[in-house]
């Protein structure tokens, strides 16, 4: 698997991660099969080159996690049965899972440490918000 040297470091991080839960819970073995990532190409429909071609994309078991285009279901239920100690290892390493997109693709996992890192900054702000405006609101 190509994927550029953070993307490839990240993964190895998810990967110690889901070893562990592999070995309780061996079925999980069968959404880690590696179906794509660095592919020169551009997105399909668009005139943007994809992340894969940027080596920070990996396609995990198209098989069992469709894209959005190759299925007639919206949403589609994969979005909420897909394991989530998966999108919990990736998202940890710093992927983000196409599974949250409205044009989904529950295969992709895309190397994107900013976002998380953002999402996860605006989610500690809501909550201190919402704990100063109860203090706020109790006196």
Do not use: T
């Not at 007639?72 to 390493?93: C, T």
């Not at 997109?101 to 989610?123: S, T, V």
Request: with cysteine; glycine share 8%.
């Amino acid at each position: 698997l190509r994927l550029s040297a953070p993307a490839a470091r990240a993964l190895g991080r998810a990967d110690a991660r889901l070893a562990v839960a592999v070995r309780n819970e061996p079925h999980l073995k069968d959404y880690l099969k590696v179906d794509g990532g660095f592919v020169w190409r551009r997105i399909a429909g668009e005139a943007r080159l994809s992340p894969h071609a940027y080596g920070i994309a990996v396609d995990l078991s198209a098989r069992l996690a469709p894209y959005w285009r190759w299925s007639k279901l919206r949403p589609h239920p994969m979005q909420r049965g897909y394991p989530s100690v998966i999108v919990d290892a990736m998202e940890q390493a710093g992927f983000i899972w196409g599974g949250k997109w409205h044009e989904y693709d529950i295969m992709h996992f895309e190397y994107r440490p900013e976002i998380i890192c953002k999402a996860r900054m605006l989610k500690a702000r809501r909550g201190q918000g919402s704990a100063a405006d109860g203090a706020a609101h109790a006196r």
